[in-house]
């Protein structure tokens, strides 16, 4: 078994990131077009216990990549707190957010927090908005009709700005710059959206621009109050209170943040990784499959590639032994690829039941707007089946710099219309 003391990939004297740097947090290895990381993922899934990747003379996680070990750990709140934070970029770093953002906190605060936001995106509203959904995403499509180049990953990033945009009231000017910072705070490696001053510097400014803008936001809708989001997060109540205008702006880039790191990337995949070989044209061929088709495309795209946790207490995942305080890393991708609960698991089944795949996590921060991510890509889908074939590469696809989200920044296609 590999530790903190064992796993020979200490920093080299004056170099702030060890060689280890290259394993599963370096955000490189998931720009590649080889996808070395499912290896990576694959290998560490035939261990018989969990292993150790050190960052740097201080920082350091486990990573967790069996299906059963991810679902216990995203679902024992107790043992593994989300309030230090869940992401790899600040690893070592007390989260400002934690207690304040819902995805930062933990139960029962976080079960109060998340109730009414909850109820507002149950299937039955979003199904109620689903000929708005069905507007934006023709918007968003339509012009892959003209038969020329058309870059498939910018509309998919487009797509849940626009529908968490409507959602959330939020002026139609402002969605592609939203877009853009999103992405920059998911992906701030990327040399797309890296500032001068590196990766740091770049999460910074796009934190500062999208506070600022949601603090000006927060101020207009409180004076007026409708049935958007933003207004259901300002009249929430939690200990006795409603939020805060610091706790309703992390919450508002948090609800939309969610959008952006879900939605786009199972399309994405799709349209690199089975172009060519049929799959599409069988799923065009029986619509009636689209629901278990979405499901899937989720499960092998896996778009959110991991979410972090600090134990608590002193514990055991895998016969290894976890020390209160260390960070534990549950990679989704590598959970929804394993063998143990997935037949075939490599093979992208149109028909696949059971599918209880973890893209979307699970446990007490299962992703509160799945049904909305669901509803648009069943309608996205259907849509996109129905009106186009013949789904040519038409450039090289390009993948984000980023070890949170498992995707693609450009995808040139082309296609006919039917």
């Not at 918007?139 to 498939?152: C, K, N, T, W």
């Not at 936001?217 to 939020?243: A, F, P, Q």
């Not at 799709?270 to 799959?279: F, K, P, V």
């Not at 089944?349 to 973890?358: F, G, S």
Request: glycine share 8%; aromatic share 8%; hydrophobic share 40%.
């Amino acid at each position: 078994m590999q530790g903190p003391s064992s796993t020979g990939e200490q920093a080299a004297p004056g170099c702030p990131v060890s060689t280890a740097a290259r394993g599963l947090a370096d955000p490189m290895l998931y720009a590649d077009l080889d996808f070395r990381f499912r290896e990576k993922w694959a290998d560490l899934r035939n261990h018989d216990h969990l292993d150790w990747e050190q960052i740097d003379e201080r920082n350091g996680f486990w990573s967790v990549v069996k299906y059963h070990d991810v679902d216990r750990v995203l679902r024992d709140a107790q043992t593994f707190t989300s309030e230090r934070g869940t992401l790899l970029n600040i690893l070592g770093v007390e989260d400002p957010a934690g207690g304040r953002q819902i995805a930062a906190t933990d139960p029962p605060r976080h079960t109060i927090m998340r109730a009414r936001l909850q109820k507002a995106l149950a299937i039955k509203s979003i199904e109620a908005q689903q000929d708005l959904i069905r507007d934006l995403v023709l918007e968003v499509i339509s012009p892959l009709a003209d038969g020329g180049p058309f870059d498939f990953a910018q509309a998919m990033l487009a797509l849940p700005v626009a529908v968490g945009g409507e959602s959330m009231g939020l002026p139609r000017a402002d969605w592609p710059w939203l877009g853009r910072l999103l992405n920059a705070s998911i992906a701030a490696e990327d040399p797309e959206y890296r500032v001068p001053g590196g990766a740091q510097a770049t999460l910074d400014q796009a934190h500062r621009e999208l506070f600022a803008y949601f603090q000006d936001i927060y101020k207009e809708r409180r004076r007026n109050l409708g049935n958007d989001l933003i207004s259901i997060l300002i009249t929430t109540e939690v200990d006795g209170r409603t939020m805060s205008p610091g706790e309703v702006m992390s919450n508002c880039y948090s609800v939309l943040l969610g959008a952006v790191v879900t939605t786009p990337h199972s399309p994405n995949y799709m349209m690199t990784e089975h172009i060519g070989d049929g799959l599409l044209d069988r799923w065009a061929a029986d619509l009636s499959v689209t629901p278990t088709a979405v499901e899937e495309g989720l499960r092998l795209g896996s778009p959110v590639s991991h979410f972090m946790r600090y134990a608590v207490q002193d514990t055991e995942v895998r016969g290894t032994r976890i020390k209160a305080g260390q960070a534990v890393v549950s990679w989704l991708g590598a959970a929804n690829r394993d063998p143990e609960v997935f037949p075939d698991a490599e093979t992208f089944d149109l028909r696949r039941k059971p599918n209880k795949h973890l893209a979307f996590g699970i446990g007490p921060h299962y992703c509160v707007g799945h049904t909305v991510a669901r509803v648009t890509l069943r309608i996205l889908f259907n849509q996109l089946l129905s009106r186009f074939t013949a789904f040519e590469p038409a450039g090289e696809p390009v993948r984000l710099h980023s070890n949170f989200i498992s995707g693609f920044k450009h995808l040139p296609i082309t296609a006919k219309t039917l």
